[in-house]
């Protein structure tokens, strides 16, 4: 999700696996569920907010968990429609990040969240 500033939120992980570290606030697809009305979902749940979903920044293979289940996570711009950011259960915060500002690679949660930023930072869209 980016803000009127060009930022982009991050959330820093409440949860394992990589508790602590950041990732963009997302989800799994749920049964008949579309990926963009996922991603409405999953912000709405992990930052109380709610967003127009605009268009695919990457979709980037991964895995996820302990036992390295393949996943495959899509990354969007988001516009803010309303509310203010507020982290759930899962995120221990939210943060605003510009694009010259982002954490390093290592406080990346996963492989796919350092790929996706790396292309929406380039501006290959």
């Not at 749920?30 to 967003?51: D, I, T």
């Not at 268009?55 to 803010?80: K, M, Q, W």
Request: overall charge negative; aromatic content about 8%.
């Amino acid at each position: 999700m980016l803000d009127d500033e060009g930022r982009v939120l991050l959330g820093r992980r409440g949860i394992e696996p990589f508790l602590g570290l950041w990732d963009t606030p997302g989800g799994f697809v749920e049964v008949g569920e579309s990926l963009e009305e996922c991603v409405r979902r999953e912000l709405r749940e992990e930052a109380g907010v709610e967003v127009e979903v605009g268009r695919l920044i990457a979709s980037v293979p991964d895995t996820y968990g302990p036992t390295g289940d393949a996943t495959l996570n899509a990354f969007f711009e988001c516009r803010l429609l309303s509310g203010d950011p507020q982290p759930d259960d899962d995120v221990a915060e939210l943060r605003w990040f510009a694009p010259d500002a982002l954490p390093a690679a290592e406080e990346l949660a996963f492989a796919c969240v350092r790929a996706a930023l790396a292309t929406w930072r380039r501006g290959d869209r």
